[in-house]
Structure formats: C-alpha cells, structure tokens
C-alpha cells in the first residue's frame, strides 16, 4: 500500500542505521528510550498524523481563519483535534517531564514532528509556537514566571506566541516602536501594534502568552535597546484562575497564499486600556534572549519546508505510479504505461528523492546534535556539537526550505494538469510551504548569517569542524569499494568547498565586502548542496552495511539509497561546482549597477 | 514615476533598437507600420493595460468563477471590459483585416500582448482561446465555416475553445474517447466528455464555438484515428441567427491554484440530445491541424509566463526603492535605507532583470521571425526562418516559463512577509504562473519535443542555423571592446552546446535512448541559458550603439543593458557550464533505479 505523508521505511533507516540512536538510551537522561520504545514513538506519532491530523488538513486550507467582530474563529476542525493532541503531550516532547514535557530525545521528537508538520503544517504552528514561548519562559522565567506559565504552555492548555515584527521593523527588529513604561509595581505598561503574529489570536485555548519585545522608554535606539516581556491575554490572579483581559487586541487577520488554517493576526496591546507585560530576563537583553527561540524557530521552519516536501514526494510517486498515460520511449506500441516509467518523471522523482533524503538526515541530525550536547560530559565536545548546530541552523533553514519549495513544484509538474487543482493535496503544499522562506529570517539572512557570522566563528574553527565531519563520513564510506568512487566526488566538493570559504572569508573581511555578500546566497546553497551530498554518503554507508546481511525484500530500498547518491554526484555536485567557480569569481555586476539602470 | 507591468524603455529598445521593427513597414504587407505607428499601437495597448485590464485583476482573483444551475459565471468586472477590449480590435490584431484582424507585424502584437497579458493574464485567456479557435478556422476551414465562424471569432462577438483533454486523455492526446458518428447531411453526431477546458462556458458572448478533437467510428487507434471537428454551443441558421442548443453541457468547473478570473470547465457533448459537428479540415488528420494551433498557443503560454515575470519585477523593484529596512552594510551607522540597497536584494533584482530582459528580447523574436516568413521572398529564408521558430518554441515556451515562475518567486522573496500576503500583487503572479509551465505540453514535454524533434529536423540543419545565428551575434559583438570578453564567454557557451548537442542527438538514436531523454530538461535548461546569453549579448551590442549617442538621461539605460549582460556571462553561464559537463556525463541512475526502490 502507498505510504502516506513520509517513508516509513526511510525513517526508520535514518534513526537506526545511519544514526543509531538507540545509543542514545546507554545515557541516563535517555535511558527509557531504546529502540522498541522510539519505534512505538515514531508508530504512535504517525498514526496521530494519519488518522487525525491529515484528514483535517484540507477542510483547514479551505475554510481557513476568519475574523468577525474582533474574534478569531479558525477551522471547525481544529479545536477537538488540538485537545487530542495535547493529551497525547506531543507538544513538548523534547522537554522536562517536570513541565510538562516527554523528555524524548530531539531526533526522535524530529521524526513524530515530520509526520505531524507533513499531515497538517499549518494545524501545528499553533503548538510550536507554543512550545517556543514556553522554552523562552523555561530559559529566562523568574521562578514565578515559571510557576504561573510554563506547565500551561507545555501542555498546551494555553497558547503562545512570538511578538517581533511591526510593519515598519521586519527583518530590521532593531526599528521597533513599541514602548514599556514602567508601573510602580514593577510590571510594564505595554504600548505598539504588531503583525504578522501566527496564533495571535483565537479560542481554542482559554490564555495566550505573548511574549513580546518592546523598547523600555529611554533605552537606547536599535537592538541594544530592546527588552523581552511576558504579556497574557488575560492577566492571571495569584490562584492561577484568570483575571482581567489585558487589553491586547486583534485588529485583523491576513489573507495570505498558504497556511490558511493558521491565523495570522495584527495585535494592538494597550490601545484603549492598561495592557501589562512583566519583564522577562535582563533589560536590553531582549534580542538576545529572543534569539534562542528564533534558532530553535528556525530549525523548526526547516522541518515544516521539509516536511511540505516529503509529504508531496509521497504524493507524486504515488500518482506517478497509477497514473496511466502514454507510451514507454522503448516500446512505443504496447501502449499506455505508469507515468513512472517516462524519463523526465523518474528524473523529478529522483530529485525529489535524494533530497528528501538528504534533507531528513540533515533536520534529524540536528536534533541529534542537540541530544548530543545534553548528553556529553566533555566540554570541549558539547561546544563542538553545538558550533556544528550554529553553523548548520542556516543550512536547514535556508537551503532546506529553498529546496522544499522546488520539491513541491516537481509535485505539482509531475501530477500534470491535476497539480494545479485545488483538489489534488499538492498545490497546497506548494502554497504552504513558500512562507517558510520568508519567516523567521528570510533565506537571505541565513545566507548572510552563515557568511557574516558562523563562517567566521571561533576564527572558522566552526567550519573547520564541519568539515572534519564530512571528512570523517568521506574516509569510512571509502572502505566499501562500491562507495568509493562517490566517497571521492564528496570529497572534491568538500575541498573546493573549503577553500571557497576560506575566499569569501576574506572577501568578507576586506573592502569587498558587498561583493562577498552579494554571493551570500550562492553560498549557502553549495554549502548546502555539500552537507545534502555527506548524508547521502553517510546513508550510502548504511546501506552498504545494510546490503550485507539484508533480506531480499529489504534490497530495492538499499538499492534506492545508493542510487540516490550515485545520482546526487553524479547530476547535482558538478552543477555545485560551476556554481563554486562562479561564486569565487566574484562578479561584480551585482554591486556595481547603478540604482538608476534597474530601469530607465 | 514607477512602471508598472513593463519597462517601458525597455519594450521600445527591443523593437526599435535591437530589432529594428521599423525595417517591416518597407514590405508592403506591413507599409503602414512605421515607428510612428507602431508607437501608437503600443502606447494604445499599454493604456488600455494599465487603465482597464490591470484595476479588475484583484478582482477577478478574488471573486473569481463560479458555477450555478448549470451556468458559469465569469467575475462582474470582465464583461465591460471584455466588450472594450473587443471594441478596439485587439482580439486578432495581427490577423488580416478581412477578418476582423488589424493585419498588424506580429513582433509589434508581441508587445501589446506584453501589456495585456502582464496586467491580466485570466482575463486575456478568454480572447487567446477564442483566437486560436479562430486560426483554425482561417486555416483549415471550408468556405462555408470561415464564412459562418471567422469575422465570430476574430473580433470577439463570439467565443472560442480548444476541446482536447479528456480524463484518462492529458498528455497522451491519442489516448482519447469522444466519438464523432457521421449523420446523413454530411454532419456527425459528437459525444464525449471533456475536461480542462479554458473559457469553455460562459455568457461573455453569445455563442462559443468549439474546435473537439475526436474519433470518427472506426478510425484508428491512437493519434493517427482522430479528427477535428467545430462544435458550436448554439447551431447557426443560414442567416447567421443563432438556432438550437447544441447539447454542450458544462456540468463544473475546477478550483485552482490561481488564473482564478478564467473558468476551467469540464463539458460534456450529446449527453442528453443531439449533438452536432462538422469536419474541420481531413479525416483522421485532426492531430495535425491541432499541432498549428497547439504551436501558436505554446508561444501564447510562453508569453503568459513571461508577462507574469516582467509585472513581477516591475513590483519588486518598485517594493525595493521604497521599502526602508536595515542598514547599508559600508554604513552601519546610518540606519535603515531602502532594501535595493542590500546586496542580496540586488542579486535577486538583477537575476530578475536580466532574465526578463532576455525573456523579453526571445519572446518578441518569435514574432519577428513569423513576421520575416511573411515578407521574404526567398523560399530557402523562408524555411529557414519556420525552423527557427521550430527550434525555439521549446526555449520560448518550457524555458521561459520555468524561468518566469523562478522570476515570480523572487518577486515574493523581495516582498518578503507581505510577498505571502494576497493583499499584494506578487502572491497572485506567483500562483497564475504556475500553469504556464503545465498546460499546452508540460515542460517535459517541451523538452522532449527539443531533443527527440527539433534537434534532428533537416539532419541538424535546424539547429545549425540557431548556431549560426548566435555566431552572427557574436561577430557583431566583438567589434565593441566593451562587449569582447562577453562575447567571448557566449561564444565558449555556445560551442559546448554545439558538442553537447551532437552527443544527445547521437545517445538518443542509440540503445541509450532512455538515458539521453533523462536528460531531455536539463538540456533544454542549457539551451535556453545559451539562447538568452544570446539575446543580451544582441542587447549589448544595440546598447553599446545606443551609448554612442546617448544623451546624459538614457545613459543609465544603456549601462544597465551592459550590466545585466556582464551579470548573466559572469554568474549564469558558468553554472551553465557546469550542467552541460553533467549532461554529457549522462549519469544512469534515474533509468537504471528499480521502481520498488523509489520507496522501500
């Protein structure tokens, strides 16, 4: 039977036998979680996905959010599902039992979250936003903060948010207007309107905590003078019932080309009464603490892009294989065939495939990581794991949803005509998944992050690790011969990579630096396309080992695995290396061209 | 003052100065259509554009079609405006007066179709189809038909369709089920069910009459079996009055992913009553005459696409004069600018720029060279110039609209979280342009027509004469030291392309047959780059002429014609290089992977 949403057999492959993570269970913060419990995880998150939260997902698109008379009604469907969600205590599975949490490991906690974001993506953002203000109050919360919000938002009975942007402070946070005045009893008085808030407003939980970042009057202009503050919908009395409402209103929501079942609010706090906020973590730090989540949010981003791509992978090859319509290039008269057997439609399918692939090792190692960071004794390797986090974070943000996006339109073009229609599940996904381009820093500031700031980290340090990763799934995959010719085209990637990044280090560093910046982007994506060409080598290793002792109906899909990298050498990285010739070339069009000859 | 759907200097430097449309008004076919004229006719269809077709296509997104009772209705605003558009003669403006046409150079028609398409490609559908219909008539109709049918359709009084796709009938036209039984007078009962179908019922007009591709009974299977019949919605008495329902039943209408404001109908002939077509040109040759008509539709489609991307650009740029967001990066201190200044902006307005620019100069060619079969006397030129037609129709269709969807993404991209929002106009582009890369043969099907067809017409000859052509460019070129080392660059693209074109053509005759059509896309892709690097190369030069008399004000113009060719050399055609050195290897994983190991 087709498999829906995601390869069951793939993420199996990636959490066992590229990954191992049943390691993970021989340390005693993971000790409850070896592999029969992660696969009933997994099994249980994907029948949620399957029986809940698929069947769901397009009453969500087409009825979507509406606004009447200052409420935010979205989809009928939502709310018993939502409930149903939280009892399972999905929504913070990666945290403290203490709070609320399952304390799972992160990898795992990837795999339920890419069958959860792959049913019903805009249906999730309500819980992960959630889940992101509660790591927020984790992270910062005085003990009472703590006490008042955190268990509420990890179980999900209230909702959070995450209150950044105004209309003129997008990218630019530092340009932000709303103010904090200070109240005799030491919690703020809000003042400013935000937009572009996801769940900002709605009734399928009885509070809201918006965290919001606001400028404490007399604090300084741009980022250095903006705080962080805790501000609920309605005020919550020392009993833990609910008070006042506080004066945070919703002014209206946005009609937007995708997520329609999540709302996307406009919020004015304190326009017409007292809305009060507490101060959460230092004054002026607010950015800083607020980039906590917004990595976090970021590497969530990734799995939605990702997620949209897996669930139309399965999609287009499921129709590829039942959809009948003309004849094998071959045998031009036996008449109509599976659309599967045409050239074009296996080179899509082959696409979509590796770099679903690619993309799950990649989004699931970093949850690796972080359970590698908790996990370690050894300083100097817990600071290694999360440089490799950092440095990685643009990857699978920027690239991974960049290349989400082209995934779902190989969907759409291999549906045909039927792509197009609204009937079919993948134009939404196409439509979907396009924001996760543009939110929580747009792909150019990934780019810009990984050049500008993780490329130079620790004096490239950082990146040097990286590469000694990559080196280290090069040198292992060397030992099967099968392996061995592509072992040596990773390899001569990752060297031209290497020394690519030593030349727009520099570039960065000298009086070309908006030359440099103007390749930030092609950076990041041959950046990418060598970290999509290492997991595709390190599974080719998997398999290697796996085609050792496998049973013959496991063969096709080792099988698979190698001709996914013998496919991403073979037809994507000699691509990557004209993109690197180009890149180190730097021309200079791009920032010579007077604003003037953009148009007469 | 912002432009809006195109750049004006633009639009002129192509006609005027890079092709020199005026040199047609010498033939006395187009005597009338000197620059003075051709101006007008441009300055007519952009007002019309921008005042009538641009202010209802929100509209006709937002409210869209809808089907009751059996009846389709179109969005309020179309009628009006459809009525004027018709009024002004615009419907068949490149067709001979008699006719209703204006008997204008088609290379002229491309540019109002520019304007038009670009304000309100939905809407244009209407008129495009009803056109086409027209065409075929004109060429392959009785005496009788053109007299009952063409002045119908050629001004717009009536409509009309194009009635191929059935259910289990999309690609694979050969595949399809209406039936045509011959009645005694010479007619045929026509019954079958058809999907698809743009524009194929509505109350615009008073009659629609459809071309339908089916079988006589007893014709052969497969294409060489189906002929092409005219199927008016309501018969015509002798007189012209319109006589009785002809039982062509609309029985929905798709949802789609945009083009909103056209109507997708699924009709259904001689379901219930009688229903009655005649022939149109030879039995069992309807596959055929539907080609003349399928070829003009796929260079429409190529400039639907493109008209998207040009509005697209013309948006983003606007967007990015006036958006104020974040630093210039030399400037820290400043604080915000507008983001045109940032230089991943700029890369992506600059990719846009060039692309169009190129986009533009291909499209408008087409029209050139069907204009030049017209006025040669030379039957060699003649046939020389229907091959390059033939030639570039993949280029002008499958590339230009893979590209243009690119083009619309980065629109969004630029807009960032307000490029999500349908509030703004980039949303909608985005959505309608994904068709154009579908419908009339999918992209794949472009390029396999590339490989599998035009490559080899004339033993090659075809395509030697686009070399040739090319190399014309590129001598001219090498006069100006400005544009010499550009040239040279187009030149080492052009003859790779040459070699690769050889090695397809020679893989795709021999037993690897599957593998050379694996590569069937990325090999349109490299032709396309070459062939647009050949139009700003062909820009170039006109600009380099043009600087030597510039005034001060049209200097910026000029340079940004020689940046944009600097850009496109300088970061695409490396890459291109790069794809090229991939498709010679010709990589057998995408024919040699198992079916089963597709998923596990």
Not at 87 to 107: F, K, N, R, S, Y
Not at 148 to 175: H, Q, R
Not at 182 to 192: L, V, W
Request: proline residues 3%; hydrophobic residues 40%.
């Amino acid at each position: 039977m087709a498999q829906v949403i995601s390869e069951r057999r793939d993420v199996e492959f990636v959490l066992h036998e590229q990954f191992e993570v049943g390691n993970l269970s021989k340390n005693d913060r993971f000790a409850e979680f070896n592999k029969k419990t992660v696969d009933m995880i997994v099994n249980e998150a994907r029948n949620l996905a399957v029986k809940e939260l698929l069947p769901i997902n397009k009453e969500g698109d087409e009825q979507g959010c509406t606004f009447e008379a200052g409420k935010v009604i979205v989809p009928d469907s939502f709310k018993r599902v939502y409930d149903l969600f939280n009892e399972g205590e999905w929504l913070a599975m990666t945290e403290d039992p203490e709070w609320g949490g399952q304390g799972m490991p992160h990898v795992v906690g990837q795999a339920a979250a890419e069958y959860f974001n792959g049913a019903n993506y805009p249906f999730m953002m309500y819980g992960n936003l959630t889940h992101g203000a509660g790591k927020l109050v984790e992270s910062f919360g005085t003990d009472e903060q703590k006490a008042t919000y955190l268990k509420k938002l990890y179980t999900g009975e209230w909702g959070g948010t995450m209150l950044l942007t105004e209309p003129c402070a997008g990218s630019d946070v530092g340009a932000l207007e709303t103010v904090a005045t200070k109240n005799a009893d030491g919690t703020y008085a809000i003042s400013g309107s935000k937009i572009f808030i996801s769940g900002g407003e709605h009734e399928m939980v009885d509070n809201i905590i918006h965290p919001v970042l606001a400028r404490i009057e007399g604090a300084p202009a741009g980022t250095r003078g903006i705080s962080l503050f805790l501000v609920p919908k309605y005020l919550v009395n020392d009993d833990g019932s609910l008070g006042a409402f506080n004066d945070v209103v919703c002014t209206g929501i946005e009609h937007k080309m995708g997520i329609h079942g999540n709302c996307t609010c406009s919020l004015t706090l304190g326009g017409k009464g007292q809305c009060v906020g507490t101060l959460i973590g230092e004054e002026n730090k607010g950015m800083a603490h607020m980039f906590l989540m917004m990595n976090e949010a970021r590497l969530h981003v990734g799995m939605q892009g990702f997620a949209c791509a897996t669930a139309a992978y399965m999609y287009a090859l499921d129709y590829a294989k039942q959809r009948v319509q003309g004849a094998n290039l071959t045998k031009p008269k036996d008449g109509g065939v599976p659309i599967i057997q045409h050239p074009d439609v296996r080179r899509q399918l082959l696409t979509m495939k590796a770099y679903v692939e690619a993309m799950r090792s990649t989004i699931y190692y970093m949850g690796l990581l972080r359970d590698y960071t908790h996990v370690t004794e050894d300083a100097e390797d817990k600071a290694r794991y999360e440089g490799l986090i950092e440095i990685l974070t643009p990857v699978a943000k920027g690239y991974v949803t960049d290349r989400a996006f082209e995934m779902c339109s190989h969907a759409v073009q291999v549906y045909g005509g039927y792509g197009f229609i609204e009937e079919y599940p993948v134009a939404q996904l196409l439509r979907d998944c396009r924001i996760t381009m543009i939110y929580e820093g747009t792909n150019g500031i990934q780019a810009m992050d990984l050049m500008g700031r993780k490329l130079g980290m620790k004096k490239g340090k950082v990146f040097m690790d990286l590469m000694a990763e990559i080196s280290k799934t090069v040198a292992e995959a060397k030992e099967f011969p099968a392996l061995a010719p592509f072992a040596a085209k990773v390899e001569g990637s990752l060297m031209k990579l290497g020394e690519l990044a030593m030349h727009m280090g520099k570039t960065a560093m000298s009086e070309k630096v908006l030359s440099a910046f103007a390749y930030a982007h092609p950076f990041l994506e041959v950046t990418g396309d060598v970290v999509m060409a290492w997991m595709l080598l390190w599974r080719g290793t998997a398999a290697a080992k796996g085609l050792e002792k496998a049973k013959k109906k496991d063969i096709p899909f080792y099988e698979g695995q190698i001709k996914s990298l013998d496919f991403f050498t073979g037809c994507v990285l000699p691509v990557t290396e004209g993109k690197m010739e180009m890149i180190k070339a730097t021309n200079s069009a791009i920032v010579d061209i007077a604003e003037e000859s953009f148009i007469c």
